[in-house]
């Protein structure tokens, strides 16, 4: 009897590791195929490229005001701001805090125009960024923010007690939800394996107790021959398995949640001036100024920068330093947020913007350097 249970047993492992090893493979069968169906690189790519013509993704405030009076349901307004919606946010729009955008993009709609509104431009252009990028939605930066909604003569909505209250209460349910399908999925649990025991235990009753040493020394045999090829099979798998994820490449998406995730501590990714100021007139070989615009450079540009157009960054990056602060310019803050977004997540870059670009350079009673003719 003790034999036959033994037996029972290690047919169950064996069947657990084979449904294991599927899963497994099952698994890496759907991250390679979305890993293939989707380069993030060329779609990078296009994104730079397509703002120059597509009004850098911006948004008027007149625009959205338009809209909303005309009760647009094409339109979408997304508060990517960390904190203060509950305080005064416009009306009719949705808060995601932008370091949660890549877990929560799914509540993005991807069939409506998406207004994205912050107190930093250059935030709402980081949202933009990874929601074209990554989520293939028509997001564009409202310009000004929640300043230039109440600059238009405009009120902010601040949310109702009795909303938050509200929404305490949905959490609640939702906690309880949870707990309800926990609790309900440890019985079903203990169900299977009441169920289990029974099998086990009628197996033995019918098992006769006549078993030779000779048998039991056969199926202990057997027993150290299917350890060893489950083992080899799983080695083999763990090979396999290492080999695709090399094959895969990286987890870009993954990298612009991080990216998300770390800029509020990071000042924004926003470098003063000064800064710059300071690393030209000391020589400073460890910061790099990157000069993002679209055209100008030759009529004028900060001293020591180097040129690299947007929309060509994604096909110039081996010409941006990994060892060195990158601090990146263009006449609008929010391209430049554009490069730094890109510099991040495909690059590896230590990129920040430079605020105010090339006016704040003059406004600081700086000159701005022709290129010399040849």
Not at 34 to 42: G, L, R, T
Not at 44 to 68: H, K, Q, T, W
Not at 321 to 328: F, G, H, L, S
Request: hydrophobic letters at 45%; one cysteine or more.
């Amino acid at each position: 009897m003790k034999n036959r249970t033994l037996f029972v047993l290690v047919l169950l492992g064996l069947f657990a590791a084979a449904a294991s090893v599927q899963a497994a493979e099952h698994e890496m069968a759907e991250s390679e195929e979305m890993m293939a169906e989707v380069d993030y690189m060329a779609k990078a790519s296009d994104f730079l490229m397509s703002y120059p013509e597509n009004n850098f993704f911006r948004m008027e405030v007149g625009e959205l005001i338009d809209a909303v009076d005309a009760g647009d349901e094409n339109l979408f307004i997304l508060d990517v701001r960390p904190g203060g919606f509950d305080e005064g946010h416009i009306p009719g729009s949705v808060w995601i805090p932008g370091p949660q955008l890549v877990d929560s993009m799914d509540m993005v709609p991807a069939d409506k125009m998406i207004a994205v509104v912050c107190d930093l431009d250059t935030n709402a252009a980081f949202g933009v960024a990874v929601l074209r990028i990554f989520g293939d939605r028509d997001a564009w930066i409202m310009v000004g923010g929640p300043s230039a909604w109440v600059d238009a003569g405009r009120e902010l909505e601040v949310t109702e007690e009795e909303d938050m209250a509200s929404d305490e209460m949905a959490e609640s349910d939702e906690m309880a939800e949870a707990d309800d399908m926990a609790e309900s999925d440890d019985m079903a649990e203990s169900d299977d394996m009441a169920e289990s025991d029974e099998m086990a235990e009628s197996d033995e009753m019918a098992e006769s107790d006549e078993m030779a040493e000779s048998d039991e020394m056969a199926e202990s045999d057997e027993m150290a021959e299917s350890d060893d090829m489950a083992e080899t099979d799983e080695m083999d798998e763990y090979d396999e398995m290492d080999e695709a994820d090399e094959m895969a490449g990286v987890d870009y998406m993954a990298k612009a949640g991080a990216f998300l995730m770390s800029y509020p501590e990071n000042n924004f990714f926003r470098i003063d001036v000064q800064e710059v100021i300071d690393a030209v007139d000391a020589a400073d070989e460890s910061l790099f100024i990157l000069d993002v615009r679209p055209a100008g450079f030759d009529e004028g540009h900060i001293p020591g920068s180097v040129w690299i157009p947007g929309p060509e960054l994604m096909d110039s990056m081996d010409m941006v330093p990994t060892d060195e602060k990158i601090a990146v310019y263009c006449a609008l803050d929010t391209n430049a947020a554009f490069a730094v977004s890109v510099l991040r997540i495909f690059g590896d870059r230590d990129a920040w913007i430079m605020a105010g670009g090339p006016t704040a350079w003059v406004d600081a009673g700086r000159e701005l350097v022709p290129t010399e003719e040849m």
